[in-house]
């Protein structure tokens, strides 16, 4: 339990120091560059060799690393999970004068989080500038690291009916104060402060609001995780940790990370658009392969699509399947759909639990209550560009979309585990539904 406390202490580390989908991505490239890995930029030329180590990022806030192989003997072994989570996004013109007292933030909704759980708790700003200096445009991360706004409730005395159900308007009830009266114009010279230039040279702007709470271990043997982004800074940390500390193999590991799977991945760099299947392409060329060989090597390709699993909830265990329903601290979840909001068939299960198996991990399965539409992920969504057999996984979690979220300490280290002995296999196929691990 002290090996898998002290891991899951790193993930909270890395979400702390990671309040956007930008900084998530900027972590991951350090991460990588740390460990010999060598970055390619989408508009130059790539000049790869066998046993190269190797990313790429686009729009910084998504990335896919990769290794070649000495010796090619499969295809390509991925896992993928993303780098974005529901929050707030402020818009263009930031700043929303209320009462002639206060200086509000004007905002949207991202994604579909629990909106009340944002309330009356310490919030901040992070994301990127675009800044032109001297004709050029660069990008900026900025954070402002400290307790900056709050969305405050309305007292129980003025709405009475508050605990009876409350529903929340995001033109209303969710805008953050930010200061009085004397605070007008302050927002946009703050951010360009933190970019480290004049507010007239910053040009664009994605920010977002994010919770300061730090994480923590929670329960009698601080078995839970509680933590901003569980969803799904867990997978995409624990599929990071497990790529880079596993050994080579015949098949070409790749490990992605891709942004807006909240807004449904239809974006330029979400799991619909074609970042993984044009780096594909490219790696196969670059090793010195043609498109006949692109080919054969999806036909003996794999992908772990890693996304948060709800958990059997402990207060309302009637809104789970009881006979398909994980649990935390008991096993990586294998997720199923029939309708293919989760991609996971015979083939890829069996594939996966495989390897769990082969690694000492265990394994639960979720499936939704049949009554209950639930949520999908990034799977199917890449197999319509990249079509391989895929399978879709999680870890248990309570409050999902909440501003904080909780998962076992256990599962963690688990999924750690899974994915370091996935990534250094080597897959091949001999027939339609006939594979060698």
Known sequence: MEQAQNLAR???????????????????????????YCRLREQERWELVPGGRYFVTRNGSSIIAFRTPAALKGGFLMAAAHSDSPCFKIKE?????????????NTEKYGGMLMSTWLDRPLSVAGRVLVCEEGRLTQRLV?????????????????????????YQANVDTYPLFG????????????????????????????FLYARCPGTLLGDRQQFIHAPKLDDLECAWSLMQGFLAAEDSGSLPVCCVFDNEEVGSSTKQGAASAFLRDTLRRI???????????????????????????????????????????????????????NQR????????????????????????????????????????ADTQVPVNTVDIGL?????????????????????????????????????????L
């Open 284 to 338: 196969v060329l670059g090793l010195g392969g043609d498109e006949e060989l692109l080919q054969t090597m999806l036909a003996q390709s794999f992908l772990v699509s890693a996304d948060n699993a709800h958990a059997r909830h402990p207060n309302h265990p009637e809104y789970a399947d009881g006979d398909n329903c994980p649990f935390m601290n008991q096993g990586v979840v294998i997720k199923y759909n029939a």
């Open 342 to 381: 989760y991609a996971t068939d015979g083939v890829s299960a069996a594939i996966f639990r495989r390897v769990c198996q082969e690694a000492g991990v265990p394994t639960q399965v979720y499936a939704n209550r049949s009554d209950l539409p639930g949520g999908g992920t990034l799977g199917s969504i």
């Open 180 to 207: 009085d009266g004397e605070s007008a114009g302050a927002f946009p010279e703050m951010i360009a402060r933190c970019a480290g230039a004049d507010p007239e040279a910053v040009l664009g702007s994605d920010l």
């Open 93 to 105: 013109n930031p700043e929303h004068p209320a009462l002639g007292h206060y200086v509000q933030l």
């Open 10 to 36: 790193e993930l909270m580390a890395f979400i702390q120091n990671s309040p956007s989908c930008y900084h998530v991505t900027e972590n991951f490239a350090e991460m990588l560059q740390r460990a010999g």
């Open 396 to 436: 248990a979690q309570l409050a999902m979309h909440s501003a904080c979220e909780t998962a076992g300490v256990r599962d963690l280290a688990w999924l750690k585990q899974a994915m370091e002995a996935y990534f250094g296999r080597t897959l091949t196929r001999d027939g339609d539904g006939n594979y060698c």
């Open 143 to 167: 954070h402002v690291d400290r307790d900056l706004l709050v969305i405050p409730n309305v007292a129980i005395h003025m709405n009475r009916n508050a605990n009876d159900g409350m529903k």
